[in-house]
């Protein structure tokens, strides 16, 4: 199973990026999927999650500024993340609760993909 994510970068305090964490493997279906980020020096830290029934929570810092769906079609999840500040500025990470067709069920973590926020 791998998880890959995109769409990171450098933006303005104030802008908007849409994060994107597709899921590819011989899985049966994914459960939970959602971000964490990590900035420097701080421990790796809840961004949001969405179950497969689309029920979604998020960080305390995060609520009323980032947006997390999902496509279960496509196996991918999405963070949009509006009003960005300097703090946002982190590692994010997509986690996947995958299940396999032998019932066996494990957690994924994508590669990271970098987030700055900066003028």
């Known amino acids: 199973v791998q998880l890959v994510e995109s769409g990171g970068g450098l933006v303005q305090p104030g802008g908007s990026l849409r994060l994107s964490c597709a899921a590819s493997g011989r899985l049966f279906s994914i459960n939970d999927m959602g971000w964490y980020r990590q900035a420097p020096g701080k421990e790796r830290e809840l961004v949001a999650t969405?179950?497969?029934?689309?029920?979604?929570n998020y960080g305390d810092s995060m609520k009323g500024r980032f947006t997390i769906s999902r496509d279960n079609g496509k196996k991918t999840v999405y963070l949009q993340m509006d009003n960005l500040k300097p703090e946002d500025t982190a590692i994010y990470y997509c986690?996947?609760?995958?299940?396999?067709?032998?019932?066996?069920?494990?957690?994924?973590w994508g590669q990271g993909t970098q987030v700055t926020v900066s003028s």
């Open positions: 986690k996947a609760d995958v299940v396999f067709a032998w019932g066996r069920e494990s957690s994924y």
């Open positions: 969405i179950t497969n029934g689309k029920t979604k």
